[in-house]
């Protein structure tokens, strides 16, 4: 059952953050080092951190609401933030002064990756179990 509550977390966070970038978009640009410029800028930042993090957490309540889209919404995280955790360690490596907010994003970043994987790995095992009710 505790799989389909972090979905629900994960839902909530997202919703969350793509509400404050609608809200703030100036502010949380910034708070990451962006800096959309002119209204193209600005309206892509809205459509990808507003519209973009709103339709995951939509995706992830999914996973919270209906039992049978956990598995996959797990699944989704997990192939979501293994690539941007992957490619944001590369990126610090080569790159100097990352800003706090960036840093702890990426710590929230690895808890998502490693709080998902043993969800996954839970509701999957879970799933695998043989049902003594089946013959």
Same mark, same amino acid.
């Given at each position: 059952?505790?799989?389909?509550?972090?979905?629900?977390?994960?839902?909530?966070?997202?919703?969350?953050?793509?509400?404050?970038? =609608?809200?703030?978009p100036?502010?949380?640009?910034?708070? $990451?080092?962006?800096?959309?410029?002119?209204?193209?800028? =600005?309206?892509?930042?809205?459509?990808?951190?507003?519209?973009?993090?709103?339709?995951?957490?939509?995706?992830?309540?999914?996973?919270?609401?209906k039992?049978?889209?956990?598995?996959?919404?797990?699944?989704?995280? =997990?192939? =979501?933030?293994a690539?941007?955790?992957?490619?944001?360690?590369?990126?610090?490596w080569?790159?100097?002064?990352?800003?706090?907010?960036t840093?702890?994003?990426?710590?929230?970043? $690895?808890?998502?990756?490693?709080?998902?994987?043993?969800?996954?790995?839970?509701?999957?095992g879970?799933?695998?179990?043989?049902?003594?009710?089946?013959?």
């Open positions: 059952m505790w799989p389909r509550w972090w979905c629900g977390w994960m839902a909530l966070v997202y919703a969350g953050l793509g509400t404050w970038c =609608l809200i703030d100036h502010g949380t640009a910034q708070a $990451v080092g962006f800096e959309p410029r002119g209204a193209s800028g =600005l309206s892509e930042y809205l459509a990808v951190y507003g519209g973009l993090e709103w339709g995951m957490g939509l995706w992830f309540a999914c996973g919270a609401l039992a049978r889209y956990t598995g996959a919404v797990l699944l989704s995280l =997990l192939c =979501l933030h690539p941007i955790l992957l490619v944001r360690q590369i990126s610090g080569f790159l100097e002064d990352l800003g706090t907010t840093q702890v994003l990426a710590l929230a970043e $690895v808890a998502i990756l490693l709080i998902s994987g043993i969800a996954w790995w839970s509701w999957a879970k799933k695998a179990s043989p049902d003594p009710a089946q013959p």
